[in-house]
């Protein structure tokens, strides 16, 4: 099973998936000296490597912020995230990597900004020793696909949707317990079990006194129930951002990935649906 993680600055990113819709902050003015580049950091280039699991470490950075990360290997896209948080300028990403061929292998990465313009290529050339496969190695170079100049774009599963989503109460609250709930649970379906990976919920809020909103949190994993079927219980003070307003609309969206961590399905932003206020 593929592992993957990213790191946004100094903030751990537990989740390679977005959210639709964002709120930007302004760039730091340390951004103006980076460029818009990729680099791995490991494995080195020309090293051999055992038949295991590998874990690739790398990292982009962009003075626009940004927009994507691209991984592939022999040619094969293995896996492109948007970032959550689109004003990063600087993020450090791993993936693990396990080879099933004997023989070279060539890893590259590039980074995506802001206004949609492409990195050039960073590129490193392994050799994976051990086993007994010599034979599959050589039909797997003369069958390896060329690289494309865009990412092809993961496709939904037809038919795939995340329905019935729910929240038990419309409103909870935070610092005492005197007021009313301090937690909040939603639960949703989807509708072929089969093709979803992982279940995944995330959250922002909006000062319902119009001061402004915060950004999406990092995400919450949704837990399996049954088959198909999730739920997820948070306590307030366990979200991001839950203290910043007083009287809070409490924006969420779910997004369903498959095994290697390609969103493939995702629901409306709920905007009006739950109330998070502070209880005195």
């Known amino acids: 099973m593929k592992r993957f993680y990213i790191i946004a600055g100094s903030t751990v990113l537990l989740l390679a998936i977005v959210a639709c819709e964002f709120s930007l902050s302004p760039k730091s003015e340390e951004s103006a000296g980076l460029a818009l580049q990729a680099a791995i950091d490991a494995p080195a280039d020309g090293v051999s490597l055992p038949k295991e699991a590998t874990v690739i470490n790398y990292h982009a950075t962009a003075p626009d912020g940004i927009a994507a990360v691209e991984l592939s290997i022999n040619g094969e896209v293995v896996s492109n995230v948007a970032t959550p948080d689109s004003t990063q300028t600087l993020v450090a990403l791993q993936y693990t990597w396990k080879a099933t061929l004997t023989g070279s292998h060539t890893i590259r990465v ?6 949609g313009q492409w990195s050039d290529y960073a590129a490193v050339t392994v050799n994976v020793i ?5 034979g599959e190695t050589e039909r797997q170079g003369e069958q390896e696909t060329q690289p494309t100049d865009t990412p092809e774009p993961t496709a939904t599963p037809e038919g795939l949707e995340i329905i019935n989503v729910e929240n038990n109460v419309d409103k909870f609250y935070y610092k005492n317990t005197t007021c009313g709930p301090k937690k909040i649970t939603i639960s949703a379906e989807v509708t072929q079990p089969d093709k979803v990976y992982g279940l995944y919920l995330f959250t922002r809020f909006e000062d319902k006194e119009g001061e402004g ?55 409306e932003v709920f905007k009006t649906r739950v109330t998070l206020e502070v209880c005195p």
């Open 130 to 134: 051990g086993g007994d496969d010599e």
């Open 110 to 115: 590039r980074a995506q900004g802001l206004s």
């Open 213 to 267: 909103m915060t950004k999406w949190d990092l995400g919450h994993v949704i837990s399996k129930k049954s088959e198909g079927k999730y739920s997820i219980t948070l306590v307030a003070e366990n979200i991001l951002n839950y203290h910043t307003y007083e009287f809070a609309l409490m924006h969420f969206q779910l997004v369903a990935t498959d095994s290697n961590q390609n969103r493939i399905a995702a629901t």
